[in-house]
Nanobody
Framework: QVQLVESGGGLVQPGGSLTLSCAAS????????MGWYRQVQGSQRELVAA???????NYADSVKGRFTISRDNAKNTVTLQMNSLKPEDTAVYYC????????????WGQGTQVTVSS
């Protein structure tokens, strides 16, 4: 069955960098849009970045210029390179795969914690 497994989270100092990876397995098409969302306790889950099958990406305004999303369809992985991290980036980050064919359907990973603190 479909699985999305995140890795790479952890504790980092402000200004530092982290790379999050998402490994996909199961019946997930390379046509799916892949993305990263994040959620702080007490708040709604929000889009961080997404990338479609053509490599076109979009980012939340709060991370533009600092984060880069990429995908490797051969390896079935999606990566989020996070630079110049701020305390406001602290959240649980979730990998997302979205299918549009046949109606929108979302697949989610279990999340990985990112903490930016001194």
């Amino acid at each position: 069955q479909v699985q999305l497994v995140e890795s790479g989270g952890g504790l980092v100092q402000p200004g530092g960098s982290l790379t999050l990876s998402c490994a996909a397995s199961g019946s997930i098409s390379s046509l799916n849009t892949m993305g990263w969302y994040r959620q702080v306790q007490g708040s709604q889950r929000e889009l961080v970045a997404a990338i479609n099958t053509f490599g076109n990406a979009n980012y939340a305004d709060s991370v533009k210029g600092r984060f880069t999303i990429s995908r490797d369809n051969a390896k079935n992985t999606v990566t989020l390179q996070m630079n110049s991290l701020k305390p406001e980036d602290t959240a649980v980050y979730y990998c997302n795969s979205r299918r549009y064919l046949g109606g929108q359907r979302d697949y989610w990973g279990q999340g990985t914690q990112v903490t930016v603190s001194s």
